[in-house]
């Protein structure tokens, strides 16, 4: 099955500097690459979402890249602020089989 | 504002309780889901459904058993549970199960087994 793997575990940015949040994913099969933001006690709330004959989309701060050749796909965040401070989980969607398959997931804390 | 509404929110429950989660959309989506998310981990397929028929069973153990009245509501009945069942369980839904389609959560019932 596919396998979704995420760096770094942990991240902690300087309020106003850029993050960074890779993934990895293993099966060519998969079409659809979302992002999730899960605040503590909180649901994961859709940030945004690439699909594979796409290799950028940026929404604001944030933008997604994909790189379908090396299985790479990456978050990027601008200007971090304090309420960006979440765990980020990317995803892959595989058509073969119509599951979503979670990364590990990425704490993010900025640094006020 | 959440547009995927699960009750209860908590729920404490013997090892032989019985008890139902429920999920409720109503954004026309045909596809439903339930996660299971441990702490600190991502969250875990169990079921899916589509057009209001189990299409996924991630060889989930029969004491969890999923429902689907009609395309706006799901059900999660739980029997005789473990203390590792414990968890948030997250119902998502979607317009479909093919590919571009955004899952959304609802904000998930946190479920602890006494």
């Known amino acids: 099955g596919e396998n979704v793997e995420q760096h770094p575990s942990t991240l902690s940015v300087q309020e106003g500097d850029s993050a960074v949040i890779k993934c990895t994913y293993s099966?060519?099969?998969?079409?659809?690459f979302p992002w999730y933001k899960q605040e503590l006690g909180k649901r994961p709330q859709l940030i945004i979402d690439?699909?594979?004959?796409?290799g950028e989309k940026k929404d604001q701060r944030i933008a997604v890249t994909l790189n379908k050749t090396a299985k790479h796909f990456s978050l990027h965040i601008t200007e971090t602020q304090p309420e960006d401070s979440a765990v980020y989980f990317c995803a892959s969607f595989n058509f073969g089989n119509e599951k979503l398959t979670f990364g590990t997931g990425t704490r993010l804390t900025i640094i006020p | 504002d959440t547009e995927v509404t699960q009750t209860p929110k908590h729920l404490v429950m013997g090892m032989t309780n019985k008890k139902s989660l429920k999920c409720e959309q109503h954004?026309?989506?045909?596809?439903m889901y339930w996660y299971k998310q441990k702490a600190k981990k991502p969250p875990e397929l169990m079921f899916v459904y589509s057009y209001e028929k189990l299409s996924i069973n991630e060889s989930v153990p029969s004491r969890f058993s999923p429902e689907c009245p009609n395309s706006s509501l799901l059900n999660l009945h739980l029997h005789a549970l473990q203390p590792e069942d414990s968890a948030l369980y997250l119902c998502?839904?979607?317009?479909?199960?093919?590919?571009?389609?955004?899952?959304?959560f609802g904000d998930g019932t946190r479920l602890s087994i006494l």
């Open positions: 099966d060519s099969a998969s079409n659809y």
């Open positions: 954004m026309g989506h045909r596809a």
């Open positions: 690439i699909r594979s004959n796409v």
């Open positions: 998502a839904s979607s317009r479909g199960t093919g590919g571009n389609q955004p899952q959304h």
